[in-house]
């Protein structure tokens, strides 16, 4: 929900052509900007799956874009030989429990293209928790939020490693205080090596009074990849009503070089998938 300093939105297209006359364009600059930079570019796509309702669009948008880094929201863990019919040709580097939803566990996974990137390692990190995930704790015996770290080494010309951040914070019933908590805490456990690279990205349920969010990307020196973004979700719960809850930061040390959300992919889950493209130093 922010920029690199202030919320900036853009105006709405005056027609639907014109706005998929706008998101081609869009797709024609970041595949050549791709082409260009091949051994120095990097792509990452954020999804919430919506219980994995949406894993079916997964193969469409891999062919289509192919992103270099998969981060997946709400994906049920019990099931992990689904991957690889919706990821064809990707490793599935790690997974993390996020929360609990009749009697199954859904959470986080991460996947990369083993061609142009490598992992090196990964790590669970637990998140504050709010009411909500401590009354479903005591009803299932557990209820973790936690947030999936990931570092990789691009194959190309950058060779430093890059930490990327798979987060789905607290529910939407929860204060914002709660979800700064845990961006906090992620955000406490950065590399500050010079050159290291970040990403976080993910649903981040920040869906008003997006102040306080501003104000903690600007104090850890933070970009907002996806402000040029309006709205990133479509809620049947709040009558088709329009949010902005997914997001994509990074790192001075990653220039974005553009991010679209798939809009041909609606329907699939109740968010989009976001899509962005970055030059690496």
């Not at 706005?19 to 024609?28: A, G, I, R, T, V």
């Not at 790690?94 to 990964?122: E, M, P």
């Not at 019933?173 to 992620?186: D, H, I, P, Y």
């Amino acid at each position: 929900m922010t920029p690199h300093m202030k919320l900036h939105r853009l105006k709405p297209a005056v027609s639907e052509g014109g706005q998929n006359q706008l998101q081609e364009q869009l797709l024609s600059s970041l595949g050549a900007t791709k082409r260009q930079h091949a051994n120095q570019s990097l792509s990452v796509l954020t999804y919430n799956v919506c219980f994995n309702k949406a894993l079916v669009a997964l193969p469409s948008i891999i062919q289509s874009h192919k992103p270099d880094i998969v981060c997946l929201q709400e994906v049920n863990l019990g099931i992990p030989s689904v991957f690889d019919r919706y990821l064809p040709g990707y490793v599935l580097g790690a997974t993390s429990d996020s929360f609990y939803r009749i009697r199954q566990v859904y959470g986080l996974a991460t996947f990369y293209n083993q061609k142009t990137v490598c992992q090196i390692g990964s790590q669970v990190i637990p998140l504050p928790k709010s009411i909500y995930e401590v009354l479903v704790g005591v009803i299932t015996r557990k209820g973790p939020r936690n947030v999936l770290r990931s570092t990789y080494v691009h194959a190309g010309a950058h060779h430093k490693p890059i930490n990327v951040y798979n987060v789905h914070l607290t529910h939407v019933v929860a204060s914002n205080v709660v979800r700064q908590r845990q961006l906090q805490e992620v955000f406490d456990q950065f590399d500050t090596t010079p050159g290291h690279a970040t990403l976080v990205l993910g649903d981040f349920n920040y869906w008003f009074m997006r102040r306080g969010l501003e104000r903690l990307i600007s104090q850890h020196n933070l970009r907002e990849a996806t402000s040029n973004l309006t709205f990133t979700e479509q809620s049947k719960m709040f009558l088709n009503h329009k949010f902005k809850l997914d997001y994509i930061l990074h790192s001075s040390s990653l220039e974005c070089a553009g991010t679209l959300r798939l809009d041909g992919y609606k329907g699939y889950s109740d968010h989009y998938p976001i899509l962005s493209n970055f030059l690496l130093d």
